[in-house]
């Protein structure tokens, strides 16, 4: 799994094939496998207009179709990094706002809700 540009690749070894998701609207600059191997959330930088703003998405393994989206508005110039919550079976991500601050902020994902930030 890797991402070039807008575009996430899901290189499988075995068969050499290539899947492409295509969701993002910007430049990825992040992703992790959920730990059921089954999604995957990405982060994008932001654009010039509303249509590009940094957010995260989470999307399946199986049909890259986006599953959730969430974050707009809420990341300054971009998504340097996101994780997915180990302990509890993935139920929340964490993800670092690329801006001067870097913060923190703890999701829930399935609902998009913002749970708490700090710098």
């Known amino acids: 799994m890797y991402f070039v540009g807008a575009v996430a690749v899901l290189y499988d070894r075995d068969e050499d094939t290539q899947r492409h998701y295509i969701g993002h609207t910007e430049d990825i600059q992040c992703m992790d496998l959920h730990p059921s191997r089954e999604m995957v959330a990405s982060g994008q930088r932001a654009g010039r207009n509303r249509k590009t703003q940094?957010?995260?998405?989470?999307?399946?393994?199986?049909?890259?179709?986006t599953l959730?989206?969430?974050?707009?508005?809420?990341?300054?110039?971009?998504?340097?990094?996101?994780?997915?919550?180990?302990?509890?079976?993935?139920?929340?991500?964490?993800?670092v706002d690329a801006g001067r601050e870097?913060?923190?902020?703890?999701?829930?994902?399935?609902?998009?809700?913002?749970?708490g930030k700090v710098a």
């Open 54 to 65: 940094a957010h995260i998405r989470i999307w399946s393994t199986e049909t890259l179709l």
């Open 68 to 95: 959730y989206v969430f974050g707009m508005g809420e990341f300054e110039i971009g998504v340097s990094a996101v994780a997915f919550s180990q302990l509890n079976g993935g139920s929340y991500v964490l993800a």
């Open 102 to 115: 870097r913060i923190l902020s703890v999701w829930q994902w399935q609902w998009g809700h913002l749970l």
